[in-house]
C-alpha cells in the first residue's frame, strides 16, 4: 500500500508561483511513473502533468505547457509541480497519483492511475 500527500498549495497572486509536492510512503516510487491532475469546483478532474519513473520524459496538458514543471526525486520518493506564471483558471485542487502498473510511461488517462492523494488547494487571485 502507498499513501500520498500533497503540500505547498495556497493562495497566490496572478503571475505568482508555488510548488507542489507529493511524498509517497508505504512503498518507492521509483518503479511508477507519476501523474498530477486537478478539480475545479463544477468541472470535471483534468490531467495537468506526468512523468515517467526516470524522470527523463515528461508530458503537459496544453493549459499549463510553459509554465508548469514535474519533476521527481527518488531518494526522497517525491514528485513535485512547479507552477509559474499562475492564472485564475488554475485555481483548482490538485491530486497527485501514481500508476496503476510499474514500468510504464506518463499518462494522460486518470483511469490509469491507482494511488491518489487527498488533493491540495491552489487559489489563484486576479
Known amino acids: 500500500q502507498v499513501v500520498l500527500v500533497e503540500s505547498g498549495g495556497g493562495l497566490v497572486q496572478a503571475g505568482g508561483s508555488l510548488r507542489l509536492s507529493c511524498a509517497a510512503s508505504?512503498?518507492?516510487?521509483?518503479?511508477?511513473?507519476m501523474g498530477w491532475f486537478r478539480q475545479a469546483p463544477g468541472k470535471e478532474r483534468e490531467f495537468v502533468a506526468a512523468i515517467s519513473r526516470s524522470g527523463s520524459s515528461t508530458n503537459y496538458a496544453d493549459s499549463v505547457k510553459g509554465r508548469f514543471t514535474i519533476s521527481r526525486d527518488s531518494a526522497k520518493n517525491t514528485v513535485y509541480l512547479q507552477m509559474n506564471s499562475l492564472k485564475p483558471e488554475d485555481t483548482a485542487v490538485y491530486y497527485c497519483?501514481?500508476?496503476?502498473?510499474?514500468?510504464?510511461?506518463?499518462?494522460?488517462?486518470?483511469?490509469?492511475?491507482?494511488?491518489w492523494g487527498q488533493g491540495t488547494q491552489v487559489t489563484v487571485s486576479s
Open positions: 497519483a501514481r500508476r496503476s502498473q510499474p514500468y510504464t510511461s506518463g499518462s494522460a488517462y486518470s483511469d490509469e492511475y491507482a494511488y
Open positions: 508505504g512503498r518507492t516510487l521509483s518503479n511508477y511513473a
